[in-house]
């Protein structure tokens, strides 16, 4: 009797042990993910361009992938660039407004410009605008027609503000978020032409899942000529996140055993095995002594 009490609290032990481990190992999936903000071309984490790059390999003839601004003999029909923060140097910067005036065309998705290029891109006449930003404290932005672009997984990290140009009549404006401030717009440099968008994230790998949102940035590059683009993939950051000027490491996986061993393919493999075993040989032994007795 006492044999097969224990038993049966030897069963119940690796039972609930199993299920726990099935319980973190979902509510820790999108938890536990890498959500830096690398913006790396290639990478299928959340933040990452992988599905976008995809997208344009379909949509352009060629797409290079360009360490830095190009030279003027290498750009294509369309330059690109996605990233928080856009500061080139003044050399590369020149190349860059030299291309666009001789009548290229450029779509730069930064949360921050350059002063350089904007003051070339804010010239209205003799007379010079002032670049302003208005901020915004939310875990969502909404852009074109109710189109939700989240900043980060929703309950985990504290929401930041949402950068957006201030109203001008002087603006092209494109598109706007819920508060109607604008978020996309156009400017003409020379013979070219320039898009601005201030909200990056919204062509990374997980807003891109949302069908809502893929169709938007499809909307957005149907503004630019198809042919060849230059993704000038310079400075961005892996495995790091920025934050103003500094460079941060972020802690993706706690300090918890169970959670580290469910986010690593064979231990977790290594995991199940010996709890179903474990499982297994409780079953078989309880019936075995069973008939025994």
Avoid: C
Avoid at 204 to 233: A, C, K
């Amino acid at each position: 009797m006492k044999t097969s009490r224990l038993w049966w609290i030897g069963l119940v032990l690796i039972g609930g042990a199993l299920f726990i481990g099935l319980k973190i190992n979902k509510t820790a999936g999108l938890r536990n993910l890498d959500w830096t903000e690398t913006y790396q071309v290639e990478r299928k984490i959340p933040y990452g361009m992988y599905l976008l790059l995809k997208q344009l390999r379909n949509s352009y003839n060629e797409v290079v992938l360009s360490d830095g601004i190009p030279e003027a003999e290498d750009f294509g029909d369309v330059y690109l660039y996605v990233n928080r923060y856009f500061q080139p140097d003044s050399i590369s910067t020149q190349r860059l407004i030299n291309y666009i005036k001789d009548g290229g065309q450029a779509l730069i998705a930064a949360e921050y410009v350059g002063t350089e290029l904007m003051d070339s891109l804010l010239q209205v006449g003799k007379q010079e605008l002032r670049f302003y930003f208005d901020i915004q404290m939310d875990t969502t932005v909404y852009v074109g027609e109710d189109i939700p672009i989240k900043y980060w997984e929703e309950g985990r990290i504290e929401p930041r503000g949402f950068v957006s140009f201030r109203s001008s009549e002087s603006l092209n404006v494109i598109d706007q978020n819920q508060d109607g401030s604008p978020v996309f717009v156009k400017f003409a440099l020379g013979q070219g032409e320039v898009w601005v968008h201030t909200i990056p994230l919204a062509f990374t790998n997980v807003q891109l899942l949302e069908e809502r949102v893929f169709d938007y940035i499809e909307w957005v590059f149907q503004f630019l000529d198809s042919g060849n683009l230059i993704w000038d993939i310079k400075n961005k950051s892996g495995g790091l996140a920025g934050e103003g000027n500094k460079l941060i490491e972020k802690t993706i996986v706690g300090n918890q055993p169970l959670r580290f061993i469910l986010r690593q393919k064979s231990l977790a493999t290594a995991f199940y095995l010996g709890v179903i075993t474990a499982l297994l040989y409780l079953i078989v032994g309880w019936r075995i002594r069973e008939k025994i007795y």
